[in-house]
């Protein structure tokens, strides 16, 4: 998908028009301002599958996270039982 490029003047002169291509035509829109970042204009459905993909990542990465423990041979390992104990003791 190509995208187009336009300066925050462009889009401040003709900003319902812009919003329409991004909206109808489903176009995505780079919008540059001097000396700052540049942002961005998508679709909904586009920023709603950024977002599931961004918590699958994140989910991905927790999982990585907490697996790690696990791996090590090294890592105090308790029965359920002894889990149980130790939270109960702790209340």
């Given at each position: 998908?190509?995208?187009?490029?336009?300066?925050?003047?462009?889009?401040?002169?003709?900003?319902?028009?812009?919003?329409?291509?991004?909206?109808?035509?489903?176009?995505?829109i780079?919008?540059?301002?001097?000396?700052?970042?540049?942002?961005?204009?998508?679709?909904?459905?586009?920023?709603?599958?950024?977002?599931k993909?961004?918590?699958?990542?994140?989910?991905?990465?927790?999982?990585?996270?907490?697996?790690?423990?696990?791996?090590?041979?090294?890592?105090?390992?308790?029965t359920?039982?002894?889990?149980?104990?130790?939270?109960?003791?702790?209340?």
């Amino acid at each position: 998908m190509e995208m187009r490029s336009l300066s925050s003047k462009q889009v401040r002169e003709c900003f319902t028009d812009t919003l329409n291509h991004v909206a109808c035509d489903l176009e995505h829109i780079a919008i540059k301002s001097p000396g700052k970042e540049t942002v961005y204009m998508i679709p909904a459905k586009d920023y709603e599958l950024f977002i599931k993909l961004l918590e699958q990542a994140e989910d991905k990465l927790d999982l990585e996270e907490a697996e790690k423990p696990m791996a090590n041979p090294e890592q105090e390992r308790l029965t359920f039982e002894e889990f149980l104990k130790e939270i109960y003791k702790n209340l």
